[in-house]
């Protein structure tokens, strides 16, 4: 079948103000739910994760929030700067094996001066 | 600490050629694994271990190869390539002594099968 989604969705954001991320999950059996940042040309980068029984929960400059009742996760990125340009995956890792990764297919953040 | 190396950075192949993906990590993570990467669609299993002598399928292993002789070591192996292998590949490795959620990934591999 054909690919969806060939383009990623774009997020286009001044520097210092605040972004937010969505991101709709499938699988309600998951342990855990993360973030990953992928800067162009290298692999991803573990932000921060959410384990399933917490709706709420901050880092330093991002905060992730888990809403189970419509299955869905976002980022928040505080006073973002132009470092924080790149593609960011959620992800979720099964109940049913301990080391899966499960992503979704990305964002892709810009931020202008 | 170099982490996760990967090796070629960069590869093309004549459709049947195989080749086999090198990956090595130095902080002696029990888990590795590797995924393909495609335009929109995020990163997709391939094949995955648990341990030295222990492999497993993902989501995506047809065309694919695997072993893990050593817990540093978790090559990919192409049999016989074809175009729709053509994508970045990543390895990743992470530990049980910590979380689940910390992989850690290596600068990954372009791949382009003509």
């Known amino acids: 079948g054909e690919s969806v989604g060939l383009h990623l969705p774009t997020l286009s954001v001044q520097e210092g103000d605040n972004s937010i991320i969505n991101c709709a999950y499938s699988?309600?059996?998951?342990?855990?739910f993360i973030w990953y940042k992928q800067e162009s040309g290298k692999g991803p980068q573990f932000i921060i994760d959410?384990?399933?029984?917490?709706d709420k929960r901050q880092g330093q400059r991002v905060t992730v929030l888990l809403n189970k009742t419509v299955k869905h996760l976002s980022l928040q990125i505080a006073a973002t700067q132009p470092g924080d340009s790149a593609v960011y995956f959620c992800?979720?890792?099964?109940?049913?094996?301990?080391?899966?990764?499960?992503f979704g297919a990305g964002t892709q953040v810009v931020v202008t001066p | 600490n170099a982490g996760v190396t990967q090796t070629p950075k960069f590869q093309v192949l004549k459709t049947g050629q195989s080749m086999t993906l090198q990956c090595a990590q130095d902080m002696n993570h029990e888990y590795m694994s590797w995924y393909r990467q495609d335009p929109g669609m995020g990163l997709r299993l391939i094949h995955y271990s648990v341990g030295a002598g222990i492999t497993d399928q993902g989501e995506v292993p047809n065309g694919y190869n695997v072993s893990r002789s050593t817990t540093e070591d978790f090559p990919l192996r192409l049999l016989s390539a074809a175009p729709s292998q053509t994508s970045v590949y990543f390895c990743a490795s992470k530990t049980y002594r910590g979380k689940p959620t910390e992989a850690f990934f290596g600068q990954g591999t372009r791949l382009t099968v003509v």
């Open positions: 959410i384990r399933s029984n917490m």
């Open positions: 699988n309600s059996a998951s342990d855990y």
């Open positions: 992800a979720e890792t099964p109940t049913d094996s301990w080391g899966k990764l499960q």
